[in-house]
């Protein structure tokens, strides 16, 4: 395939763009992102509260809010993503903190914090909740049921007692 | 004068090579000055070899600058020749060295900050110096410049190829020498105004296309460099990146590899199809920085395995360009104390080395015991950088006692660098050592010591003292432009043999332009005003 060949096929791409729609997290920014083949495409939409919405790109560079995403199409975009488990461990205003599980696939380190965003359950302190990471941004998806709440009572529990981080150990 | 001064200067001379001054070019004009008013035709063989095989410009700059004010009128054609061969841009640099000009020169801060983006880049200092001789440039030079700008006149599409890319150098040449440009010249860098036969009309064309499909083909067809193309345009999008891959420089490739990987374009299977066979011919270019794909890396950006072995290749590819080490090498890294700089540069000089080296190498570790350090893998720089995790500065330092680990082994080595502040102050010293190891191995290594923070003298006098072939060289800094000079100085037998190929080197001389365009005469021309 030549390089005039790929333009044209880009090109295409492109400017069929205007008859798509897609599901995007927003959060406090307007500048989001989608495919073109395969390239990341970003679109400048007007500034909107957090949440996740249904883009539908005016032009090349411009986008607007046709309206809020359903919980199915949510679920669908974040089936797309990798997926990380992480221990929230502070509320802050409209996001969480929280620490990667230590044996995660993405090499994170649990020395940084990272930031939760678009929590919309009510996930109590310690909680390990799952994320679809789409190379940035980690976005929050659902609570683990995987996880054994005794612990994250135990943790709770010795949080509010000041016990001692390095002596405390949790027994299954 | 001293025989031993006399060396040092040219010592000296090669030590700058290994560092680069980032266009603060009064830091090696000390340096350059002195060794062409001692050795007047060694300078001209040096910048001769130095244009064939050398990587920083800021030297070129200079050593054309130097040279074509020299006295000697064989040293005047050099300079003229090596100018001749530069490109453009390099020649308004040399023009400006010689007048005396304003360069910016960026520190870092050691601080990070966030741009728009949300990106985080280093925070710099940017301080405006002015540099340069300060001469009237000679009527030679003046001439020269005169028939590479008749020369670019004499063929439009030669003209345009080259203002395309280097509009305001070509100004500066214009207007600093006082060279009339002929009416289509002057139009085009001056007036802006474009013939319908210039392919800078494109210019206008990628300007008004509504299309991003359009703007991609016009860049592509019409060869529109990748740094003019970028300000042209307003917003890249999926179309117009390929076009612009498809016309980026081996070296800005490698430089913008993170920013494609990041933009997708690794995603794409023909994209990708296009960047793999473009980092391949970064293989074969002369222009690329050895060390910048290794350097990239470094940053953690590049994430793609396959892209990242390829930077790998291209990489010992560019060093292995530089000359083959083909003696058995010893490494030895002073660990002791203090020493993070000398870990540090160890780590850039076994992944240096290694890509270079035909011969077995061994790279040892010491404090007063040593350490030897094996890279798994293809024992590139993230290898080795690997292999030096457990390595941490501490303890007193023994020089010796690599080198008897050596011995102890039977370990052949015919060249030894030692990267050091040379503050021996246990036992055994390296001096006992290197007779025992001279003794029982028949063969006396070079030694070559690489000096890193706050050196003592002594170390470098006992060995010279000891008749122990010592050279010395002290990098400023670390920094990836001036590195692969090591490869260069490790390449030849000893120091005697570098200096024998430099002054074997023939001499640069000038050609003659094949086609050149008369002066233009505008005496009847109602525009002479203009044009004057």
């Known amino acids: 395939m030549s390089v005039f060949d790929l333009i044209d096929d880009l090109g295409e791409e492109e400017e069929s763009l205007t008859e798509t729609k897609f599901v995007s997290p927003v959060f406090h920014t307007d500048i989001v992102a989608t495919w073109v083949k395969g390239f990341v495409h970003k679109l400048k939409i007007p500034f909107t509260d957090p949440g996740w919405y249904r883009i539908h790109p005016i032009d090349m560079f411009n986008a607007e809010i046709v309206g809020e995403a359903d919980f199915i199409q949510r679920e669908q975009y974040?089936?797309?993503?990798?997926?990380?488990?992480?221990?929230?461990?502070?509320?802050?205003?409209?996001?969480?903190?929280?620490?990667?599980?230590?044996?995660?696939?993405?090499?994170?380190?649990?020395?940084?914090?990272?930031?939760?965003?678009?929590?919309?359950?009510?996930?109590?302190?310690?909680?390990?909740?799952?994320?679809?990471?789409?190379?940035?941004?980690?976005?929050?998806?659902?609570?683990?049921?995987?996880n054994d709440p005794a612990k994250c009572d135990f943790m709770r529990n010795s949080f509010e007692n000041g016990a001692d981080p390095t002596k405390s150990r949790f027994k299954a | 004068m001293t025989q031993n001064q006399e060396q040092d200067i040219r010592l000296q001379m090669l030590n700058s090579f290994l560092s680069c001054p980032h266009r603060d070019t009064d830091q090696i004009k000390r340096i350059h000055s002195e060794l062409q008013s001692k050795d007047p035709v060694f300078y001209a063989h040096l910048a001769s070899w130095y244009r064939k095989n050398g990587d920083i410009r800021d030297h070129m700059e200079v050593f054309a600058s130097m040279l074509i004010i020299d006295s000697y009128h064989e040293n005047r054609e050099v300079g003229l020749a090596i100018f001749q061969q530069v490109p453009t841009f390099m020649k308004t640099r040399v023009l400006g060295f010689i007048k005396g000009?304003?360069?910016?020169?960026?520190?870092?801060?050691?601080?990070?900050?966030?741009?728009?983006?949300?990106?985080?880049?280093?925070?710099?200092?940017i301080e405006e110096k002015m540099v340069g001789l300060y001469k009237n440039p000679p009527t030679a030079f003046k001439r020269e410049i005169k028939q590479y700008l008749r020369y670019l006149e004499a063929d439009n599409k030669r003209f345009d190829s080259v203002a395309v890319r280097n509009a305001r150098d070509l100004k500066t040449l214009y207007a600093s020498m006082r060279i009339r440009p002929s009416r289509r010249a002057n139009d085009i860098l001056f007036h802006k105004k474009?013939?319908?036969?210039?392919?800078?009309?494109?210019?206008?064309?990628?300007?008004?296309?509504?299309?991003?499909?359009?703007?991609?083909?016009?860049?592509?067809?019409?060869?529109?460099?990748?740094?003019?193309?970028?300000?042209?345009?307003?917003?890249?999008?999926?179309?117009?990146?390929?076009?612009?891959?498809?016309?980026?420089?081996?070296?800005?490739?490698?430089?913008?590899?993170?920013?494609?990987?990041e933009r997708g374009a690794l995603n794409n299977k023909q994209t990708r199809e296009l960047i793999e066979s473009k980092i391949e011919k970064v293989k074969k270019s002369k222009n690329v920085s050895a060390l910048k794909g290794k350097q990239a890396k470094k940053t953690g950006r590049i994430k793609d395995a396959s892209v990242s072995s390829k930077i790998d290749e291209v990489s010992d590819e560019q060093v292995k360009k530089r000359g083959t080490v083909k003696l058995p090498t010893a490494i030895f890294v002073d660990r002791s104390g203090s020493m993070r700089t000398a870990i540090e540069m160890g780590k850039s000089c076994a992944a240096l080395v290694s890509g270079a080296t035909e011969a077995p190498l061994y790279v040892i570790a010491f404090d007063s015991m040593p350490m030897e350090i094996q890279a798994k893998g293809n024992k590139t720089y993230s290898d080795w950088e690997r292999a030096f995790i457990p390595v941490r500065p501490g303890g007193s330092t023994s020089i010796g006692c690599p080198l008897k680990a050596l011995g102890d082994s039977n370990v052949y080595v015919e060249q030894i660098v030692i990267i050091t502040d040379g503050g021996e102050n246990a036992h055994p010293t390296f001096v006992s050592e290197y007779s025992r190891y001279a003794n029982k191995m028949s063969v006396r290594p070079n030694v070559v010591i690489i000096r890193v923070g706050n050196w003592y003298e002594q170390f470098a006098s006992n060995l010279k003292r000891s008749g122990i072939d010592t050279e010395i060289y002290t990098p400023q800094g670390t920094d990836y432009y001036g590195l692969p000079g090591l490869v260069q100085i490790l390449s030849r037998k000893s120091k005697l043999d570098l200096l024998m190929e430099i002054m074997n080197t023939p001499l640069v001389h000038r050609k003659k332009y094949s086609n050149v365009a008369p002066d233009p005469k505008y005496k009847n021309d109602v525009s002479r005003k203009v044009l004057v």
């Open chain 2, 194 to 261: 474009y013939p319908k036969d210039s392919g800078l009309n494109v210019f206008e064309e990628i300007l008004n296309a509504k299309s991003s499909k359009k703007i991609a083909r016009l860049i592509v067809e019409n060869k529109v460099p990748y740094t003019t193309a970028v300000g042209l345009i307003e917003k890249i999008t999926p179309s117009i990146l390929v076009a612009l891959i498809n016309n980026m420089s081996p070296q800005e490739l490698m430089n913008n590899l993170a920013s494609l990987e």
């Open chain 1, 78 to 146: 974040l089936k797309k993503l990798p997926k990380v488990r992480i221990i929230l461990i502070s509320k802050q205003k409209d996001f969480h903190i929280g620490i990667p599980l230590k044996n995660n696939a993405h090499g994170l380190s649990i020395e940084n914090t990272i930031p939760v965003f678009l929590v919309d359950d009510i996930p109590s302190l310690f909680d390990t909740v799952i994320c679809g990471f789409d190379g940035s941004s980690f976005w929050y998806n659902d609570i683990d049921i995987k």
């Open chain 2, 101 to 125: 000009k304003k360069v910016k020169i960026r520190h870092k801060t050691g601080r990070k900050k966030k741009i728009k983006g949300g990106k985080t880049i280093d925070d710099v200092n």
